[in-house]
């Protein structure tokens, strides 16, 4: 198989299985053959022989029985625990998500999402509150970033979320988000009854607004806003030499 051919000594797949593995983000087919190829005396190797590899390994840790594999998330190559084993799993995910993002970033977060690319005036228009202070909290957790101005007045900041918000997420594009048919078939579960009308307010609101072309057909802001998390911070978004200052 390709996996266990040669390369300076070591099996083709163990190499790709200890980039991924030491990688801080997931690779690329692209960037996995380039690395490989840039050591000395490495024979010429492609993108489709990387992904063939993978595939083999994946293959093998399937027959085993492993408990992770090799998954596309984020664009690349990561490796991740099987879907089977989601129910020994729980326990962390749910102390993870306590200390990730508030609910009040998480809101914002899916506004981003679904409307990138995005000015702050927009964000806080459809959430009704000044959001400067979660925006620079998602910028600081490199969940957004900044994807260049509006062409109008005020040249307003957009923003759009990144690769780490992908991998956060545990998905590999913003196509395999929650279309709004999907959305409204979760919120049908009696558990989610509380959560409904929120949801369906908020999927309105996300709806491309028609006739708005600049910041101008935003009202004004009442000066309300976000609390800061954790207290941490007096909440005053100011404005400072950052993406969201309140003058664009």
Known sequence: MLKDTEINGQRFGAIIEAIIFAAEKPLTADEIARIITG????????????ADVINEINSELEEQG?????????????FATQPKFHTWLEHFQHQNAKRKISPSAVETLAIIAYRQPITKPEI????????????RQLLEKQLIEVAGRYEGPGRALLYRTTTIFL???GINSIDELP???EIEEILKDDDMAEHRQLMLELKSELRPPENE?????????DGSQDPPENGSENGDSGDQENPDAKDE
């Not at 050591?39 to 492609?46: D, F, Q, S, V």
């Open 39 to 50: 050591t000395e005396l490495a024979p010429p190797i492609g993108e489709d022989e990387v």
């Open 66 to 78: 492993r408990a992770f594999t090799i998954q596309v998330k984020g664009g690349g190559y990561t």
């Open 124 to 135: 806080d228009h459809i959430r009704g509150v000044d959001s400067g202070y979660i925006v």
């Open 167 to 169: 991998q956060h997420f």
């Open 179 to 181: 279309k709004p048919r």
């Open 213 to 221: 072309t600049d910041e101008s057909a935003f009202p004004e802001e």
